[in-house]
């Protein structure tokens, strides 16, 4: 059997009010809690995002109309190798070294719409479905706000590393940035880890941004390696700390091993953007001991990734 969570108090994961850094009005305690958040969690949530739950709402909507279509149709939008369109439910992923399994999860996926070209593989259109308008108008309305937002988080996270405001933001000009809305089917009693909602994983790129529905099902792993419950707050998102963040900041910023199980009875929903720097740029920490990791191309790592991570998109 799967070790059940332990569940927290919603302190235990941080509530930070990020509301003074977006207005750039007395920031540092702001600053300040996202260091330790980074450092000691790797998760934690936002309130005073600024980002109007009615959009949330329309996202959410227009996902679940997708997902109830016919396969035929969620398939003729089939995943591309750029990481866009549909990924079908109960698709294998391999993470990490060993561990591969099966997710109870579908999901739709687009990033910025760019020329696919030999220079740049992992960039290409977005595949929109016809018969469901809604999906394309609310999610690139939410990519846009979202994307905003996450530039706010790199000024904070540049600030908690002791760099300049904008230090971060230089590695994000052309970024390889993925939305995308996830549903998962209810799941009874799953007894191996190799068969969850999302099977455990870290994220490659920066960070995360994560809205949840009510049904809940995130769990994060502490390191004591007990399976820790982030139940759903009201007006706030999820962020989590990636492996490419976690570079940047030599180790101190944590990028922290999670999984989803859909426990609750009902079909869940939830929105992440994943914020990712752009392909051409050089990975090597940022601060305390610069050679401590052999620098690397961040669009070769994510593609051989997501090749690893996802064999139905047919990466080469």
Known sequence: ???????LDFTEIPVIDIGPLIHQEQSEPCIDALRAACSEVGFFYI??????????????????????????????????PQIKGYLPLAYRSYEGEDRAGTSHQEGFWIGHDRPESVQSPLDGPNRWPEQYPSLKSTMLRYFDETERLANVLLRGFSLALGLESDHLSRYFKAPLSRLKVNHYP?????????????????????????WQDEIGGLEV???????????????????NIGNIMETWSNGFFSSTPHRVINCGGQDRYSIPLFVN???????????????????????????DLWQKTFPVANIT
């Open 1 to 7: 059997m799967i070790s059940p969570s332990r569940r």
């Open 47 to 80: 309130r005073n995002h600024q980002i109007p739950f009615s959009l949330i709402q329309e996202v959410r909507a227009a996902a679940e109309e997708f997902f109830c279509a016919p396969d035929e149709e969620k398939m003729a939008l089939a995943i591309t």
């Open 186 to 210: 209810p799941q009874r009693s799953p007894v191996r880890e190799d068969n969850l909602g999302v099977v455990p994983h870290t994220d490659s790129g920066g960070f995360t941004i994560l």
């Open 221 to 239: 792993q502490n390191k004591n390696g007990e399976w820790v419950g982030a139940p759903p707050i009201e007006d706030t998102f999820v962020i």
């Open 277 to 303: 720097p752009s392909a051409e740029v050089t990975i090597a920490p940022l601060i305390g001991n610069i050679d401590s990791v052999e620098p690397f191309h961040y669009g070769t790592y994510q593609k």
